[in-house]
């Protein structure tokens, strides 16, 4: 496991608030530094391993990097309120810790600014947020992981809970609407209005299972969960009622020899789908974080140590100078912009899930893979 800490200390000594080595979407596109989903899920990992470990470069390291964008006004660089957009608010989830350990100012300011995006969001008629201004009427699995910890832990600590019951209800609306009944897996995204390109006629779902979507959403419940007190004991049983079958339905696709999963989650078979690193390592922290919260019996703790272990082994290469994670999908969506593949409809069929590039150290892949690796070191710390 040494290897795994020469991995990270390695990419955080490679990158700066400007320039992340982590975030490949940036490097290849040459964007300016912009608040963005995808750092805020490799701090959020950063500060999950200063928790695990203790090391305060960890907590240090995360402190710097929100600072280059958080001024002391509480203004965000780069972030636009009336954008809409659900993977914004990612990234303001960090700002809580801050705030608790540090107590200053500003973090609570950027934190209420993100929250007044979520008080006029636009939302489909059942209740849910639109996943982006840009995608009206759309559930995107994504967006509750994006939104729904930042939005309950607001209410807990600044609001007296009186919204609590949103969140409840956003999971709920995607339990009933974009879960397959018969494999108890989820559809990717859902459109209200039905006129999307992409989307069923009938029911407005996406045409297959993405595996890193269904990781999101497994990530959203474990650590909501993990900000529910224990007088919404009601609510916690239905939570983890939901973490528990979606988690039983991917245990049923898992590759058996590699223990890990398909890109295309349920189409192992089909030439060109690929054991996919993100969503494999979103499953693995989310059985192991739910079961050592006592949310899932402990057994499932194992299921997810076995499923990081086969990571390690199949798609991490340290050595020789090189710190690799790989076979990471670069980004996947519906509608919009083109894919960055040579298929260029973004129509959720397996053709498109499989045509976008596969990259090394994304932090999409790289957070959920330290999550991981967290919690198996929260457990050795606990034996020793």
């Not at 530094?33 to 999950?48: E, R, S």
């Not at 590759?255 to 693995?284: H, P, W």
């Amino acid at each position: 496991m040494n290897d795994i800490i020469k991995f990270v200390d390695h990419l955080l000594e490679t990158s700066t608030p400007a320039a992340p080595a982590w975030n490949i979407e940036q490097v290849l596109e040459g964007k300016k530094p912009a608040w963005n989903y995808i750092d805020g899920c490799m701090i959020k990992a950063v500060l999950d391993l200063y928790y695990a470990t203790g090391d305060k470069k960890y907590f240090d390291f995360a402190k710097n990097y929100i600072d280059f964008y958080v001024d002391q006004e509480g203004n965000i660089l780069g972030y636009h309120v009336e954008d809409y957009n659900c993977d914004n608010i990612n990234m303001g989830k960090v700002l809580y810790d801050l705030f608790k350990v540090c107590n200053e100012e500003k973090y609570e300011k950027a934190i209420k600014l993100l929250y007044s995006q979520l008080s006029n969001h636009p939302r489909i008629s059942l209740g849910n947020f639109w996943h982006k201004k840009i995608y009206p009427h759309q559930i995107w699995l994504d967006g509750l992981y994006m939104v729904q910890p930042f939005y309950l832990e607001y209410e807990m600590l600044f609001n007296d809970k009186k919204n609590y019951e949103d969140t409840i209800n956003q999971f709920k609306n995607v339990y009933e609407i974009m879960r397959d009944n018969e494999s108890g897996l989820y559809y990717h995204g859902f459109d209200e209005s039905m006129e999307m390109f992409w989307a069923d006629k009938e029911t407005g779902l996406s045409k297959n299972f993405w595996t890193r979507s269904i990781g999101w959403y497994a990530m959203a419940l474990v650590d909501t969960l993990e900000k529910l007190d224990d007088q919404f004991s009601h609510e916690q049983n239905l939570l983890q009622g939901y973490l528990k079958e979606v988690l039983d339905g991917m245990l049923k696709v898992l590759d058996k020899d590699t223990k890990m999963f398909y890109q295309v989650t349920n189409a192992g078979d089909r030439k060109g789908n690929y054991l996919e690193t993100s969503g494999t390592c979103a499953i693995a922290y989310s059985l192991m974080k739910g079961a050592r919260l006592g949310y899932l019996p402990p057994n499932y703790f194992d299921a997810g140590k076995e499923i990081f272990e086969s990571v390690v082994k199949h798609k991490l290469v340290i050595g020789e100078g090189q710190f690799v994670l790989k076979d990471i999908c670069l980004v996947a969506g519906l509608g919009g912009m083109p894919g960055k593949g040579d298929y260029q409809p973004r129509d959720g069929t397996f053709e498109y899930y499989i045509s976008e590039p596969r990259v090394e150290n994304d932090a999409k892949g790289v957070a959920p893979f330290l999550f991981s690796y967290a919690e198996i070191y929260r457990s050795e710390a606990k034996k020793s």
